[in-house]
């Protein structure tokens, strides 16, 4: 079977204390968010490929993956740790959590130049951030 089960999944971020593991590589990196972005990115599904070649969990692009030393994108362990230390990038660089998703979605670059982002991005970064307020609120 090519598709884990979206918590199954996810368990290997989060321990049951709700505390993240040290799989995130960042304490102060918000699981639920991390949980949210890969339900909206992949659905939990590992094996998972966009038309723009994102792949796996986190949906990363080669380049990005291997920036963020992931060897093999279809390893849900690696295309974790390799999502959240993106995540953890753009957090840091951004300080703000819509900002930050934007990147991850349609690259730093794009979000510095300042100018309107796709309506694909907004959405995104609407549907991640409700999904992570259903997450917290349980």
Known sequence: NTKLGFFASIMLLISPNREPLTL????SLDPDLLKALVYIESAGNYKA???KRAMG???LRIPTAREMGVKNVFNPQQNLLGGAKYLSQQLKAFKNESTALAAYNAGPTRVRRGNTLPTET???VKRVLAVRNILASR
Do not use: F
Not at 24 to 27: A, I, L, M, V
């Open 49 to 51: 490929v966009s038309p």
């Open 57 to 59: 969990l986190t949906q």
């Open 122 to 124: 907004r959405s995104y």
């Open 24 to 27: 995130s590589r960042n304490p």
